[in-house]
């Protein structure tokens, strides 16, 4: 019988709790420690993950030097679809707030989504996504958000700015022009997408399964700006 076996623990900084990877089977969890049981990911279910890169990327992929953002680095799988619908000149800069999820993705954790973060085209920085968008106006084609649950599923607080009408401006600032929002959520929001299309965007909310096509589905809006 399958059972959670805790392989590790990341403590989020600060005082945000800790990240618990756990394997499970062949597969890996990640849960936050002392939460409800819920997973925050898994290795088996991760097509709404591949589907946050794949759609902007695939918009983006003809464009010479395309250089996109990704908030979150999670289980690897965004950064590995991110990589294969760009070109060899690309770059992708991925922004993860937790150093022990970026060791994670160096072991065999990494191996399930093929080690994306051993790419060259990759650039992992240890740092707060919010910092990279206002470091850098104009400086990507598309940015990737999948830093927790969603603008109303938020298990850190800190969060709640990349979702407010000041986060969105930054991302909008953050783009070139005709570039992609991509954000990730476990749910729909009405109120979100009308706070993207303020913020200058034209927006489409896109749901997509989580795994194969069936079961549970995830919202991503995908938005284009103006």
Not at 71 to 84: E, I, V
Not at 109 to 131: E, F, N, S, T, Y
């Amino acid at each position: 019988m399958k059972r959670f076996v805790l392989l590790d623990t990341a403590p989020i900084p600060d005082n945000g709790g800790a990240l618990c990877l756990f394997e499970y089977g062949e597969d890996f969890v990640i849960k936050i420690q002392g939460g409800d049981g819920g997973q925050l990911m898994n290795t088996r279910m991760h097509g709404s993950e591949d589907a946050l890169a794949e759609i902007p990327c695939r918009k983006i992929g003809q464009r010479p030097q395309a250089r996109a953002l990704i908030g979150g680095l999670g289980m690897g799988f965004t950064l590995a679809s991110a990589l294969k619908h760009l070109g060899p000149t690309a770059q992708v800069v991925v922004a993860e707030l937790v150093p022990g999820v970026i060791e994670w993705n160096r072991g065999p954790l990494g191996a399930k989504a093929g080690m994306p973060i051993d790419d060259p085209r990759a650039q992992v920085r240890c740092v707060d996504v919010a910092h990279v968008l206002q470091a850098e106006p104009a400086g990507f084609d598309a940015i990737m958000l999948d830093v927790d649950n969603g603008p109303e599923g938020l298990t850190q607080k800190g969060n709640s700015w990349l979702y407010s009408a000041g986060g969105l401006h930054s991302c909008h600032s953050a783009l070139r022009a005709g570039g992609i929002l991509a954000v990730w959520s476990a749910s729909a929001d009405r109120k979100f997408s009308e706070r993207v299309a303020k913020a200058g965007f034209k927006v489409e909310e896109v749901q997509v399964y989580a795994h194969g096509n069936k079961g549970t589905r995830h919202t991503i809006w995908i938005a284009q700006k103006r």
